[in-house]
Protein backbone atom coordinates (compact mmCIF):
# COMPACT_ATOMS: atom_id res chain seq x y z
CA UNK A 1 0.00 0.00 0.00
CA UNK A 2 1.03 3.28 -0.67
CA UNK A 3 -0.60 6.92 -0.19
CA UNK A 4 -3.40 4.61 0.01
CA UNK A 5 -3.00 3.30 -3.35
CA UNK A 6 -3.98 -0.61 -3.75
CA UNK A 7 -1.40 -2.19 -5.29
CA UNK A 8 -1.97 -5.92 -6.24
CA UNK A 9 0.52 -8.46 -7.92
CA UNK A 10 0.01 -11.82 -9.04
CA UNK A 11 0.79 -13.95 -5.81
CA UNK A 12 3.49 -16.80 -5.44
CA UNK A 13 3.12 -20.28 -4.14
CA UNK A 14 3.76 -20.10 -0.24
CA UNK A 15 5.14 -23.53 -0.16
CA UNK A 16 6.02 -24.93 -4.06
CA UNK A 17 7.25 -28.10 -2.57
CA UNK A 18 4.10 -29.14 -1.20
CA UNK A 19 1.72 -28.13 -3.93
CA UNK A 20 -0.34 -30.17 -5.89
CA UNK A 21 0.43 -29.57 -8.95
CA UNK A 22 -1.67 -30.91 -12.26
CA UNK A 23 -0.92 -31.68 -15.58
CA UNK A 24 -2.93 -28.45 -17.61
CA UNK A 25 -5.99 -29.69 -19.40
CA UNK A 26 -8.51 -28.46 -22.03
CA UNK A 27 -11.71 -27.30 -19.99
CA UNK A 28 -13.18 -24.64 -22.92
CA UNK A 29 -15.33 -26.61 -25.20
CA UNK A 30 -18.23 -24.75 -26.03
CA UNK A 31 -19.01 -21.09 -25.74
CA UNK A 32 -21.09 -20.80 -22.63
CA UNK A 33 -17.64 -22.72 -21.03
CA UNK A 34 -16.13 -19.42 -21.32
CA UNK A 35 -18.21 -17.47 -19.25
CA UNK A 36 -17.37 -20.39 -16.87
CA UNK A 37 -13.76 -18.88 -17.68
CA UNK A 38 -14.36 -15.04 -17.02
CA UNK A 39 -14.95 -16.05 -13.75
CA UNK A 40 -12.34 -18.50 -12.54
CA UNK A 41 -8.98 -18.03 -10.74
CA UNK A 42 -7.11 -18.47 -13.92
CA UNK A 43 -8.81 -15.34 -15.49
CA UNK A 44 -8.16 -12.84 -12.82
CA UNK A 45 -4.60 -14.29 -12.02
CA UNK A 46 -4.04 -13.51 -16.17
CA UNK A 47 -5.51 -10.23 -15.80
CA UNK A 48 -3.92 -9.19 -12.96
CA UNK A 49 -0.79 -10.56 -14.46
CA UNK A 50 -1.00 -8.21 -17.49
CA UNK A 51 -2.03 -4.99 -15.82
CA UNK A 52 0.98 -5.56 -13.77
CA UNK A 53 3.45 -5.96 -16.28
CA UNK A 54 1.57 -3.10 -18.15
CA UNK A 55 2.53 -0.70 -15.60
CA UNK A 56 6.00 -1.55 -15.55
CA UNK A 57 6.08 -0.05 -18.60
CA UNK A 58 5.07 3.34 -18.14
CA UNK A 59 7.73 5.73 -17.51
CA UNK A 60 9.02 6.58 -14.57
CA UNK A 61 9.13 10.33 -11.94
CA UNK A 62 12.36 10.06 -10.42
CA UNK A 63 13.01 12.10 -7.58
CA UNK A 64 14.93 14.86 -9.42
CA UNK A 65 11.73 15.82 -11.06
CA UNK A 66 13.12 14.19 -14.69
CA UNK A 67 11.37 10.67 -16.15
CA UNK A 68 12.95 7.81 -16.61
CA UNK A 69 11.35 6.31 -19.96
CA UNK A 70 12.03 2.39 -20.74
CA UNK A 71 13.23 1.43 -24.41
CA UNK A 72 14.24 -2.02 -26.06
CA UNK A 73 17.10 -2.46 -25.29
CA UNK A 74 17.91 0.57 -22.67
CA UNK A 75 20.99 0.56 -20.28
CA UNK A 76 18.15 1.65 -17.65
CA UNK A 77 16.81 -2.05 -17.46
CA UNK A 78 19.07 -4.65 -15.45
CA UNK A 79 18.00 -8.21 -16.69
CA UNK A 80 18.54 -11.33 -14.28
CA UNK A 81 20.06 -14.62 -14.25
CA UNK A 82 16.56 -15.74 -14.69
CA UNK A 83 15.68 -13.33 -17.37
CA UNK A 84 19.03 -14.04 -18.96
CA UNK A 85 18.39 -17.77 -19.52
CA UNK A 86 15.22 -17.37 -20.74
CA UNK A 87 17.05 -15.09 -23.00
CA UNK A 88 19.06 -18.01 -23.73
CA UNK A 89 16.05 -20.21 -23.89
CA UNK A 90 14.82 -18.01 -27.16
CA UNK A 91 17.90 -17.88 -29.01
CA UNK A 92 18.30 -22.00 -29.28
CA UNK A 93 14.62 -22.55 -30.36
CA UNK A 94 15.81 -19.78 -33.32
CA UNK A 95 18.78 -21.69 -33.88
CA UNK A 96 16.14 -24.44 -34.76
CA UNK A 97 14.65 -22.49 -37.64
CA UNK A 98 18.56 -23.47 -38.83
CA UNK A 99 18.06 -27.29 -38.57
CA UNK A 100 14.95 -27.51 -39.97
CA UNK A 101 14.40 -24.85 -43.18
CA UNK A 102 11.17 -24.28 -44.80
CA UNK A 103 10.25 -26.68 -47.55
CA UNK A 104 10.96 -25.45 -51.18
CA UNK A 105 8.36 -24.28 -53.43
CA UNK A 106 5.60 -21.74 -53.33
CA UNK A 107 2.79 -22.99 -50.35
CA UNK A 108 -0.14 -20.76 -49.95
CA UNK A 109 -1.27 -22.13 -46.63
CA UNK A 110 1.87 -22.57 -44.13
CA UNK A 111 4.87 -24.28 -44.83
CA UNK A 112 4.88 -28.23 -43.57
CA UNK A 113 8.60 -27.75 -41.93
CA UNK A 114 7.09 -26.43 -39.32
CA UNK A 115 5.47 -29.11 -38.07
CA UNK A 116 8.98 -31.03 -38.22
CA UNK A 117 10.11 -27.55 -36.32
CA UNK A 118 7.46 -27.87 -33.70
CA UNK A 119 8.86 -31.28 -33.22
CA UNK A 120 12.18 -30.52 -32.63
CA UNK A 121 10.43 -28.12 -29.90
CA UNK A 122 8.97 -30.72 -28.27
CA UNK A 123 11.23 -33.23 -27.88
CA UNK A 124 13.74 -31.00 -26.59
CA UNK A 125 11.25 -29.13 -24.39
CA UNK A 126 12.14 -30.80 -20.73
CA UNK A 127 15.77 -30.41 -21.58
CA UNK A 128 15.47 -26.38 -22.59
CA UNK A 129 13.56 -25.97 -19.25
CA UNK A 130 16.49 -27.69 -17.00
CA UNK A 131 18.72 -25.12 -18.82
CA UNK A 132 17.06 -22.10 -18.30
CA UNK A 133 15.28 -22.84 -14.79
CA UNK A 134 16.99 -24.55 -11.19
CA UNK A 135 16.25 -27.94 -11.14
CA UNK A 136 14.99 -26.93 -7.07
CA UNK A 137 11.86 -25.37 -9.16
CA UNK A 138 11.21 -27.97 -11.60
CA UNK A 139 10.87 -30.64 -9.69
CA UNK A 140 8.70 -28.90 -7.22
CA UNK A 141 5.35 -31.19 -6.73
CA UNK A 142 4.05 -34.43 -6.36
CA UNK A 143 6.29 -36.82 -4.46
CA UNK A 144 5.25 -40.23 -6.78
CA UNK A 145 7.06 -41.14 -8.67
CA UNK A 146 6.03 -39.67 -12.63
CA UNK A 147 3.62 -37.46 -11.06
CA UNK A 148 2.72 -34.03 -12.07
CA UNK A 149 5.55 -31.55 -11.06
CA UNK A 150 6.03 -27.73 -11.91
CA UNK A 151 7.60 -28.71 -14.94
CA UNK A 152 4.36 -30.33 -15.93
CA UNK A 153 2.32 -27.64 -15.83
CA UNK A 154 5.40 -24.67 -17.33
CA UNK A 155 6.04 -27.49 -20.47
CA UNK A 156 2.50 -26.92 -21.41
CA UNK A 157 2.34 -23.61 -21.62
CA UNK A 158 5.58 -23.47 -23.11
CA UNK A 159 4.64 -25.83 -25.89
CA UNK A 160 1.47 -23.44 -26.52
CA UNK A 161 3.52 -20.70 -27.29
CA UNK A 162 4.58 -21.02 -30.62
CA UNK A 163 1.58 -22.11 -32.75
CA UNK A 164 -0.25 -24.95 -34.08
CA UNK A 165 1.89 -27.28 -35.65
CA UNK A 166 -1.33 -29.15 -36.50
CA UNK A 167 -2.92 -26.41 -38.38
CA UNK A 168 0.46 -24.34 -39.27
CA UNK A 169 -1.29 -20.74 -37.88
CA UNK A 170 -0.30 -18.42 -35.31
CA UNK A 171 -2.49 -16.29 -33.17
CA UNK A 172 -3.07 -14.35 -29.53
CA UNK A 173 -4.26 -17.91 -27.93
CA UNK A 174 -0.40 -18.80 -28.69
CA UNK A 175 0.55 -15.54 -27.12
CA UNK A 176 -1.45 -15.78 -24.18
CA UNK A 177 0.51 -19.08 -23.59
CA UNK A 178 3.30 -17.49 -23.22
CA UNK A 179 2.17 -15.24 -21.01
CA UNK A 180 1.15 -17.81 -18.99
CA UNK A 181 4.04 -19.46 -19.12
CA UNK A 182 6.28 -16.34 -17.50
CA UNK A 183 2.99 -15.78 -14.85
CA UNK A 184 3.84 -19.53 -14.05
CA UNK A 185 7.44 -19.22 -13.31
CA UNK A 186 6.41 -16.14 -11.22
CA UNK A 187 4.64 -17.58 -9.23
CA UNK A 188 6.37 -20.57 -8.46
CA UNK A 189 9.25 -17.98 -7.21
CA UNK A 190 11.33 -18.16 -10.26
CA UNK A 191 12.19 -14.35 -10.72
CA UNK A 192 14.12 -12.46 -7.93
CA UNK A 193 12.42 -9.89 -5.32
CA UNK A 194 12.41 -6.30 -6.50
CA UNK A 195 11.68 -2.98 -6.46
CA UNK A 196 7.63 -2.75 -8.08
CA UNK A 197 7.84 -2.79 -11.29
CA UNK A 198 11.69 -3.66 -11.57
CA UNK A 199 11.46 -7.13 -12.82
CA UNK A 200 8.55 -7.15 -14.71
CA UNK A 201 10.32 -4.13 -16.82
CA UNK A 202 13.01 -6.95 -17.69
CA UNK A 203 10.51 -9.51 -18.07
CA UNK A 204 8.84 -7.36 -20.75
CA UNK A 205 11.71 -5.71 -22.64
CA UNK A 206 14.04 -8.41 -22.04
CA UNK A 207 12.11 -11.61 -22.53
CA UNK A 208 8.52 -10.95 -24.46
CA UNK A 209 10.26 -8.74 -27.44
CA UNK A 210 12.45 -11.33 -28.01
CA UNK A 211 9.94 -13.91 -27.74
CA UNK A 212 7.66 -11.38 -30.11
CA UNK A 213 10.92 -11.31 -32.79
CA UNK A 214 11.30 -14.63 -32.93
CA UNK A 215 7.58 -15.10 -33.10
CA UNK A 216 7.78 -13.53 -36.64
CA UNK A 217 10.82 -15.07 -37.71
CA UNK A 218 8.96 -18.16 -37.59
CA UNK A 219 5.98 -16.59 -38.96
CA UNK A 220 8.07 -14.98 -42.26
CA UNK A 221 10.58 -18.46 -42.24
CA UNK A 222 7.10 -20.84 -42.42
CA UNK A 223 4.62 -18.87 -43.74
CA UNK A 224 2.05 -19.16 -41.04
CA UNK A 225 -1.64 -18.22 -40.99
CA UNK A 226 -3.02 -15.81 -38.70
CA UNK A 227 -5.26 -18.07 -35.76
CA UNK A 228 -8.56 -16.82 -34.64
CA UNK A 229 -8.05 -13.83 -36.83
CA UNK A 230 -10.76 -11.32 -37.33
CA UNK A 231 -9.13 -10.07 -41.00
CA UNK A 232 -9.27 -7.01 -41.57
CA UNK A 233 -11.29 -5.96 -39.10
CA UNK A 234 -8.63 -7.64 -36.59
CA UNK A 235 -6.32 -5.30 -34.68
CA UNK A 236 -3.63 -7.52 -35.63
CA UNK A 237 -3.08 -11.02 -37.37
CA UNK A 238 -1.23 -12.34 -34.50
CA UNK A 239 -0.41 -10.18 -31.66
CA UNK A 240 -1.99 -8.34 -28.97
CA UNK A 241 0.56 -7.79 -25.96
CA UNK A 242 2.62 -5.05 -28.09
CA UNK A 243 0.14 -3.21 -28.23
CA UNK A 244 -0.37 -2.81 -24.74
CA UNK A 245 2.74 -2.42 -23.46
CA UNK A 246 4.08 -0.44 -26.54
CA UNK A 247 1.48 2.48 -25.34
CA UNK A 248 1.95 2.04 -21.44
CA UNK A 249 5.99 3.08 -23.00
CA UNK A 250 4.31 6.12 -24.54
CA UNK A 251 2.09 7.32 -21.96
CA UNK A 252 2.48 9.80 -19.33
CA UNK A 253 5.18 8.90 -16.00
CA UNK A 254 3.80 7.67 -12.66
CA UNK A 255 5.22 7.47 -9.64
CA UNK A 256 4.62 4.25 -7.40
CA UNK A 257 1.77 6.57 -5.57
CA UNK A 258 -0.19 7.38 -8.85
CA UNK A 259 -2.91 5.69 -10.32
CA UNK A 260 -2.41 4.26 -13.99
CA UNK A 261 -3.41 8.06 -16.08
CA UNK A 262 -6.19 7.15 -18.92
CA UNK A 263 -5.53 9.77 -21.16
CA UNK A 264 -1.78 12.08 -21.82
CA UNK A 265 1.33 11.24 -23.40
CA UNK A 266 5.12 11.07 -22.59
CA UNK A 267 6.70 14.71 -23.40
CA UNK A 268 8.17 13.69 -26.91
CA UNK A 269 6.36 10.75 -27.48
CA UNK A 270 5.59 10.60 -31.20
CA UNK A 271 2.34 11.33 -31.74
CA UNK A 272 0.00 8.39 -32.26
CA UNK A 273 -0.85 9.44 -36.11
CA UNK A 274 2.90 8.19 -36.90
CA UNK A 275 2.16 4.89 -37.64
CA UNK A 276 0.49 5.75 -41.06
CA UNK A 277 3.80 6.81 -42.33
CA UNK A 278 6.42 4.60 -42.91
CA UNK A 279 9.69 6.48 -41.75
CA UNK A 280 8.25 7.30 -38.55
CA UNK A 281 7.56 3.57 -38.14
CA UNK A 282 10.96 2.72 -39.02
CA UNK A 283 12.73 4.92 -36.49
CA UNK A 284 10.37 3.90 -33.73
CA UNK A 285 10.15 0.54 -33.80
CA UNK A 286 13.47 0.13 -32.40
CA UNK A 287 12.58 1.61 -29.02
CA UNK A 288 9.45 0.45 -28.87
CA UNK A 289 7.30 -2.49 -28.40
CA UNK A 290 3.98 -0.39 -30.39
CA UNK A 291 5.93 0.39 -33.45
CA UNK A 292 7.95 -2.80 -33.67
CA UNK A 293 4.64 -4.74 -34.35
CA UNK A 294 3.34 -1.91 -36.89
CA UNK A 295 6.44 -2.66 -38.17
CA UNK A 296 6.11 -5.86 -38.83
CA UNK A 297 3.00 -5.45 -40.67
CA UNK A 298 4.69 -3.39 -43.00
CA UNK A 299 7.66 -5.95 -43.51
CA UNK A 300 4.77 -7.93 -44.91
CA UNK A 301 1.34 -6.21 -45.97
CA UNK A 302 1.67 -3.92 -48.91
CA UNK A 303 -0.86 -1.12 -49.96
CA UNK A 304 -2.17 1.81 -47.62
CA UNK A 305 -2.11 1.23 -43.90
CA UNK A 306 -5.82 2.32 -43.81
CA UNK A 307 -6.58 -0.50 -45.93
CA UNK A 308 -5.01 -3.15 -44.84
CA UNK A 309 -5.04 -1.98 -40.71
CA UNK A 310 -7.87 0.13 -40.56
CA UNK A 311 -8.64 -0.89 -36.52
CA UNK A 312 -5.01 0.62 -36.11
CA UNK A 313 -5.58 3.20 -38.27
CA UNK A 314 -8.70 4.15 -36.39
CA UNK A 315 -6.86 4.28 -33.03
CA UNK A 316 -4.04 6.69 -34.49
CA UNK A 317 -6.48 9.52 -34.31
CA UNK A 318 -7.05 9.44 -30.85
CA UNK A 319 -6.12 12.52 -29.47
CA UNK A 320 -6.12 12.06 -25.98
CA UNK A 321 -3.13 10.74 -25.48
CA UNK A 322 -0.99 7.33 -25.36
CA UNK A 323 -2.76 6.98 -22.18
CA UNK A 324 -6.36 6.55 -23.25
CA UNK A 325 -4.78 4.43 -26.12
CA UNK A 326 -3.28 2.08 -23.76
CA UNK A 327 -6.84 2.02 -21.70
CA UNK A 328 -8.44 1.19 -24.29
CA UNK A 329 -5.87 -1.70 -25.47
CA UNK A 330 -6.26 -3.18 -21.92
CA UNK A 331 -10.37 -3.25 -22.66
CA UNK A 332 -9.92 -4.72 -25.83
CA UNK A 333 -7.44 -7.38 -24.83
CA UNK A 334 -10.35 -8.56 -22.32
CA UNK A 335 -12.96 -8.45 -25.41
CA UNK A 336 -10.88 -9.56 -28.29
CA UNK A 337 -9.03 -12.18 -26.48
CA UNK A 338 -9.65 -13.44 -23.00
CA UNK A 339 -13.70 -13.49 -24.21
CA UNK A 340 -13.90 -15.37 -27.62
CA UNK A 341 -14.24 -18.59 -27.66
CA UNK A 342 -11.62 -19.19 -30.61
CA UNK A 343 -8.72 -17.61 -28.84
CA UNK A 344 -9.52 -18.92 -25.01
CA UNK A 345 -10.80 -22.73 -26.35
CA UNK A 346 -7.38 -24.31 -26.40
CA UNK A 347 -5.85 -22.89 -23.23
CA UNK A 348 -5.37 -25.26 -20.40
CA UNK A 349 -5.86 -25.72 -17.09
CA UNK A 350 -3.70 -26.75 -14.13
CA UNK A 351 -3.20 -25.66 -10.50
CA UNK A 352 -1.16 -22.98 -11.56
CA UNK A 353 -3.98 -21.28 -13.64
CA UNK A 354 -6.98 -22.61 -12.35
CA UNK A 355 -10.49 -23.60 -13.81
CA UNK A 356 -11.88 -23.54 -9.96
CA UNK A 357 -14.21 -20.44 -9.11
CA UNK A 358 -12.63 -17.11 -8.12
CA UNK A 359 -15.33 -16.37 -4.69
CA UNK A 360 -14.79 -12.75 -5.57
CA UNK A 361 -15.69 -13.05 -9.04
CA UNK A 362 -18.75 -11.43 -10.73
CA UNK A 363 -20.51 -13.33 -13.27
CA UNK A 364 -20.16 -12.05 -16.67
CA UNK A 365 -22.98 -10.92 -19.04
CA UNK A 366 -24.13 -13.06 -22.06
CA UNK A 367 -22.49 -11.07 -25.09
CA UNK A 368 -21.58 -12.25 -28.39
CA UNK A 369 -17.73 -12.34 -26.88
CA UNK A 370 -18.59 -15.48 -25.15
CA UNK A 371 -21.30 -16.84 -27.93
CA UNK A 372 -19.14 -17.00 -30.57
CA UNK A 373 -18.29 -21.33 -30.68
CA UNK A 374 -19.93 -24.06 -30.50
CA UNK A 375 -23.33 -24.34 -28.52
CA UNK A 376 -24.22 -26.87 -26.71
CA UNK A 377 -27.49 -28.53 -28.60
CA UNK A 378 -30.58 -29.88 -27.24
CA UNK A 379 -30.87 -33.84 -26.77
CA UNK A 380 -33.25 -35.12 -30.01
CA UNK A 381 -36.18 -37.83 -28.49
CA UNK A 382 -33.75 -40.83 -30.42
CA UNK A 383 -30.42 -39.59 -28.93
CA UNK A 384 -28.88 -40.63 -25.29
CA UNK A 385 -27.18 -37.37 -24.50
CA UNK A 386 -26.68 -34.16 -26.16
CA UNK A 387 -23.60 -33.13 -28.96
CA UNK A 388 -21.85 -30.27 -29.41
CA UNK A 389 -20.97 -28.57 -32.83
CA UNK A 390 -17.58 -29.66 -33.96
CA UNK A 391 -16.84 -26.53 -35.87
CA UNK A 392 -17.05 -23.27 -35.38
CA UNK A 393 -19.66 -21.52 -37.20
CA UNK A 394 -19.14 -20.22 -40.55
CA UNK A 395 -18.77 -16.26 -41.13
CA UNK A 396 -21.47 -14.29 -42.95
CA UNK A 397 -21.22 -12.16 -45.17
CA UNK A 398 -17.51 -10.68 -45.87
CA UNK A 399 -17.45 -7.81 -43.06
CA UNK A 400 -17.95 -4.01 -45.24
CA UNK A 401 -15.78 -1.36 -44.13
CA UNK A 402 -17.27 1.12 -41.82
CA UNK A 403 -17.44 3.96 -44.51
CA UNK A 404 -18.27 1.56 -47.08
CA UNK A 405 -21.97 2.35 -48.42
CA UNK A 406 -24.81 -0.29 -48.01
CA UNK A 407 -26.24 -0.51 -50.98
CA UNK A 408 -27.14 -3.80 -51.83
CA UNK A 409 -24.77 -5.77 -50.00
CA UNK A 410 -25.72 -7.68 -46.74
CA UNK A 411 -24.93 -6.30 -43.35
CA UNK A 412 -22.08 -7.05 -41.76
CA UNK A 413 -22.90 -10.04 -39.26
CA UNK A 414 -23.08 -8.91 -35.36
CA UNK A 415 -20.11 -11.00 -34.54
CA UNK A 416 -17.32 -8.57 -36.37
CA UNK A 417 -14.65 -7.27 -34.69
CA UNK A 418 -14.76 -4.85 -32.19
CA UNK A 419 -13.51 -0.84 -32.74
CA UNK A 420 -11.99 0.64 -30.29
CA UNK A 421 -13.85 1.33 -27.35
CA UNK A 422 -12.11 4.70 -26.44
CA UNK A 423 -12.08 6.79 -29.12
CA UNK A 424 -14.77 9.55 -29.70
CA UNK A 425 -15.91 10.54 -26.62
CA UNK A 426 -13.28 14.14 -26.53
CA UNK A 427 -15.64 17.29 -28.05
CA UNK A 428 -13.64 17.64 -31.70
CA UNK A 429 -11.82 20.55 -31.57
CA UNK A 430 -11.39 20.76 -27.47
CA UNK A 431 -7.44 21.42 -26.72
CA UNK A 432 -5.42 18.91 -25.92
CA UNK A 433 -1.23 18.52 -24.75
CA UNK A 434 0.93 15.72 -25.13
CA UNK A 435 2.34 16.66 -21.88
CA UNK A 436 -1.05 16.77 -20.33
CA UNK A 437 -1.51 14.47 -17.50
CA UNK A 438 -4.64 15.26 -15.66
CA UNK A 439 -8.13 13.68 -14.84
CA UNK A 440 -9.89 16.22 -14.23
CA UNK A 441 -13.67 15.54 -14.41
CA UNK A 442 -12.93 11.45 -14.18
CA UNK A 443 -14.74 9.95 -11.21
CA UNK A 444 -12.49 8.60 -8.68
CA UNK A 445 -11.77 4.80 -9.74
CA UNK A 446 -9.64 1.95 -8.07
CA UNK A 447 -6.46 1.53 -9.38
CA UNK A 448 -6.88 -0.43 -12.19
CA UNK A 449 -3.13 -1.01 -12.66
CA UNK A 450 -2.70 -3.33 -10.33
CA UNK A 451 -6.39 -4.58 -9.61
CA UNK A 452 -7.72 -7.30 -12.38
CA UNK A 453 -11.13 -5.71 -13.15
CA UNK A 454 -14.26 -7.69 -13.22
CA UNK A 455 -16.67 -8.24 -16.16
CA UNK A 456 -15.66 -6.00 -19.00
CA UNK A 457 -18.96 -4.92 -21.11
CA UNK A 458 -17.74 -5.74 -25.15
CA UNK A 459 -16.64 -2.84 -26.95
CA UNK A 460 -19.02 -1.94 -29.81
CA UNK A 461 -18.74 -2.75 -34.04
CA UNK A 462 -17.16 -0.38 -35.66
CA UNK A 463 -20.23 -0.21 -37.45
CA UNK A 464 -22.62 -0.02 -34.52
CA UNK A 465 -23.10 3.63 -34.36
CA UNK A 466 -22.36 6.48 -36.44
CA UNK A 467 -23.72 6.32 -39.91
CA UNK A 468 -21.14 5.02 -42.84
CA UNK A 469 -18.41 7.91 -43.94
CA UNK A 470 -16.96 8.59 -47.28
CA UNK A 471 -13.57 6.64 -47.47
CA UNK A 472 -10.84 8.84 -46.31
CA UNK A 473 -9.16 10.06 -49.83
CA UNK A 474 -5.47 11.53 -48.05
CA UNK A 475 -2.30 10.29 -48.82
CA UNK A 476 -0.75 7.87 -46.25
CA UNK A 477 2.03 10.98 -45.41
CA UNK A 478 -1.08 12.93 -43.95
CA UNK A 479 -2.46 13.49 -40.84
CA UNK A 480 -4.42 10.66 -39.39
CA UNK A 481 -8.21 10.56 -39.08
CA UNK A 482 -10.28 9.91 -37.00
CA UNK A 483 -11.92 6.59 -35.83
CA UNK A 484 -15.09 6.30 -37.76
CA UNK A 485 -17.42 6.21 -34.57
CA UNK A 486 -16.32 9.59 -33.50
CA UNK A 487 -18.59 11.85 -32.96
Known amino acids: MAN ?162 QRLDYGTGHELSFLAFLGGIWKLNGFPQAEPGVEERAIVIGVVHPYLDLIRKLIKTYNLEPAGSHGVWGLDDHSFAPYIFGSA ?17 LLNAPDPGGVAKANIVERERQTNLYFAAIGFIYDVKRGPFWEHSPMLFDISGIRAGWGKINKGMVKMYNAEVLSKFPVVQHFPFGSLFSWDRDPNAIPPPSTVHTTSGPQARPVAPDQGMPSVAAARPMPGAGTQAPWAKSGSAAQPPPTGATAAPWAGTRKEGAPFSSTDTSTRGLPIIPDTSRMPPGAMAPTRAPWASAQPTQPSTRSNDEVHTKAPWAK
Open 4 to 165: GLSIRVLSKLDSPTVHPFAQPTKKIHESQDVSTFLTSKAYTDIMTWILQLNRSMFPLKLPDNTTQAWTINSDAIQYSAPVRHLQRLLLKLEDIIQEVPPDAGPRRFGNISFRRWCEVVDSRASDLLKECLPAELLQQGSSEEGGPTAETELKAYLMGSWGSG
Open 249 to 265: QFSPAISESDLTPEEGS
